[in-house]
């Protein structure tokens, strides 16, 4: 937050952290100018999300909007082409743990400037949220970000507003981090009443009128705002009373082997759930090697051991 709130206080502490940002903009910008333009020359269609995409359409100065890299979005069936692209360009790709619906590449430039890029394919890698919003609607609803460039496209407001709502619950627990809350603020502060309602009406369809409720209380609570455009306006009592799967992200006192049970829940058939299970017990080698700095493969018995006596004991943890 501190080159926004150096913007509007002027306070000193925050000088160097807001000069950084200024400085590090124009390298981020320039060097995503470049990847755009090679995934429209393979044919790759991208979408832009969350924080750099608000920081060129919902804040007056891109560097205002910290982040510490770039989401995009992508159809499934266009990854081999877009790993290619990153290939090429000299990026690096991290090893995930397998079920993950995302990748991330990284590459340092001659400036020293670091470009780290997450690549998704699905809104949220839990399945209970992975299909609340599908890549074909996304398309078909974006909009061009012409301070990026000619090949620049993002969520509609209507879409980024649910989008943020949802980051924050399903992939970090009501996490309260206040760039968050002010990407749903000033979001919420730019849409229409009409928008206000199609919002309402898109997150009652896909069963996340709990977690979008919890996400503008929390903005609210920390940046303002008046009653326009809340849920009690638009959706009935018993449609914001009704039980939702994805609710159970919200109760601090549940437990994870609570969402464990809604993730499998979420999942069609015992094949897919069997593959989560296994993928969460046992992820690639590749991975337990990167992730514990291990060389020796006689070193993964040992390493899968540990991993699974502490996700067991994590199941049985409060999630904080």
Request: proline letters at 3%.
């Amino acid at each position: 937050m501190a080159p926004l709130l150096y913007a509007q206080s002027g306070d000193p502490a925050l000088r160097h952290a807001a000069l950084r940002a200024a400085a590090l903009e124009p390298l981020r910008l320039a060097d995503l100018r470049a990847l755009l333009e090679a995934f429209a020359a393979r044919g790759v269609d991208v979408l832009i999300t969350k924080g750099t995409a608000l920081a060129y359409s919902l804040y007056a100065s891109p560097d205002l909007r910290p982040r510490a890299d770039t989401d995009l979005l992508i159809d499934a069936a266009q990854l081999d082409a877009a790993r290619a692209v990153f290939r090429e360009l000299g990026y690096a790709e991290s090893i995930n743990s397998g079920d993950m619906q995302q990748t991330t590449f990284r590459r340092v430039d001659a400036a020293g400037a670091d470009h780290v890029y997450d690549l998704h394919w699905a809104l949220a890698n839990t399945p209970v949220f992975a299909d609340v919003l599908g890549i074909d609607e996304l398309r078909a609803r974006s909009v061009p970000l012409p301070r990026i460039g000619a090949h620049a496209r993002t969520l509609s407001d209507v879409d980024a507003l649910l989008y943020a709502c949802v980051h924050r619950v399903a992939h970090h627990f009501d996490d309260d981090r206040l760039i968050w809350l002010a990407d749903i603020h000033f979001l919420r502060e730019r849409m229409s009443d009409e928008e206000h309602a199609r919002f309402w009406a898109l997150a009652a369809e896909r069963e996340v009128v709990g977690v979008c409720m919890r996400s503008i209380e929390r903005a609210r609570e920390f940046f303002g705002g008046g009653e326009r455009g809340l849920a009690q306006q638009f959706l009935d009592a018993a449609t914001i009373a009704r039980r939702e799967r994805t609710r159970s992200y919200l109760d601090a006192r549940q437990r994870r082997l609570s969402v464990l049970r809604a993730e499998l829940g979420a999942l069609r058939g015992w094949r897919a759930r069997a593959r989560r299970l296994r993928l969460l017990a046992f992820p690639p080698a590749s991975y337990m090697r990167s992730r514990f700095g291990a060389r020796s493969r006689l070193a993964l018995p040992w390493l899968y051991a540990f991993r699974a006596a502490k996700g067991v004991a994590r199941l049985f943890r409060r999630v904080t």
